[in-house]
């Protein structure tokens, strides 16, 4: 069984530009999440959606950050524009009952 | 907000050695996870913990949830070169809520 697949793995961009990461999570998991991750600290929920429905994303930024699951299986997450201080991992994951998620490997930004 | 703080933040071993990680917290949690995550991978679950007591082994790794359900301990035996990894605790509030995370135990084990 394919685990939590993100794209891209890496990207560098600009400070001020626009960023898109892609998350596809386990077949048949209702429940994704997307984590910010800084270096050599824990995850951070950001948001979490139950099938196409955001139920927490009060830890979004939403001035500059945005995220979508609109058929309720893949996930985009955007931060528009990027600053220096948004440079981290950002990591997607699946859960089924809630009780154990899974994690892709994440998407390693590079803001300069 | 609920707080996790792991102990110690590095720790750098022997093979052979044994070791304890902590994690604690003035917050009560009806479950406690402890993840091991590889560089340039995403965190993976080794065990989850529900009961105050609790105690669970999984090959050389012993995991304890204290009583009142604000700390937990792993322990490894014996460590091996791949043990190596950023141990994470994350604690859930109620059952299937959002997860805290610690910062994390970043081991080396060393050949």
């Known amino acids: 069984e394919a685990g939590v697949v993100q794209s891209p793995r890496y990207k560098i961009i600009e400070k001020k530009q626009p960023v898109a990461f892609w998350c596809n999570p386990i077949s048949g998991h209702n429940t994704l999440y997307w984590y910010l991750q800084n270096l050599g600290q824990g995850p951070e929920l950001l948001i979490r959606?139950?099938?196409?429905?955001?139920?927490?994303d009060s830890q979004l930024p939403k001035d500059r950050f945005s995220a979508e699951r609109l058929k309720g299986v893949d996930s985009t997450l955007k931060i528009q524009p990027a600053e220096l201080g948004d440079s981290a991992v950002y990591l997607c994951?699946?859960?089924?009952?809630?009780?154990?998620?899974?994690f892709g490997p994440g998407t390693r930004l590079t803001v300069l | 907000t609920q707080l996790l703080e792991q102990s110690p933040q590095f720790l750098s071993i022997q093979e052979g050695e044994n070791l304890t990680v902590y994690c604690n917290s003035s917050s009560v949690f009806s479950s406690l996870q402890w993840y091991r995550q590889e560089p340039g991978e995403g965190p993976v679950l080794l065990v989850t913990v529900v009961t105050g007591g609790e105690v669970k082994k999984l090959k050389r790794l012993t995991f304890q949830f204290g009583d009142a359900r604000k700390d937990s301990s792993l322990h490894i035996t014996a460590a091996q070169p791949g043990d190596t990894g950023l141990y994470l605790c994350a604690g859930a509030e109620t059952s299937g809520s959002r997860l805290t995370f610690g910062e994390g135990t970043q081991l080396t084990v060393n050949p």
């Open positions: 994951a699946s859960s089924l009952t809630g009780n154990e998620q899974f």
């Open positions: 959606y139950e099938n196409e429905e955001a139920v927490d």
